[in-house]
């Protein structure tokens, strides 16, 4: 029994340390220049994404990465509500290639998510961003700068973007 305690608590800390690590406060950056595409066939350049002055959270994901799509499943369950809360706006960046960007629109359509989705078919986005694995998300400020960022997906793990949010909204209010 008390071998199992050890374990199950080295285990804790281990997955504790590895969250630790993929997630990063950074030195605020705009977005890129790169153009990417809606599901209509619309281009937009990344560093035009606006929401007049609110919170950015842009989420890298891939039909094919299960993480990612329950990621985006939960977040879809919240999202009425932070939008509500802090205005925050959700922006999926879809980084199939061009042979399975074409079941992007009715995967999407299929789970009735209510965001925003976007193209990116030859990773120019992901490269610029330097996005290594989906999902990983990005929360960008009032000035479109990207201010904290997080790869992986854990259950539970909206709460921690959650907090960011209104850390940010928080630290952008007592800056005015």
Known sequence: MKKFLNISISVIILLLVINIQNTYTINAK????VTVTDLLGKKINANEFNNDGKPILIDF?????????????????VYPKWQEE????????SIDDTRTSKKVAPFVKGR???FEFYL????ELKRAMNVTNPPHTFLVNSKGEIVWEHSGYAEGGEVEIYKQIK??????????
Request: glycine fraction near 2%; charge should be negative.
């Open 30 to 33: 705009e977005l890129p220049k």
């Open 61 to 77: 994901w891939a039909t094919w990465c299960v993480p990612c799509v329950r990621e985006l499943t939960n977040l879809d369950k």
């Open 86 to 93: 802090t205005g925050v706006k959700l922006i999926a960046i």
């Open 112 to 114: 009735k998510w209510t």
């Open 120 to 123: 990116d078919e030859n990773s």
């Open 167 to 176: 850390d940010l909204l928080e630290k952008e209010k007592e800056s005015k």
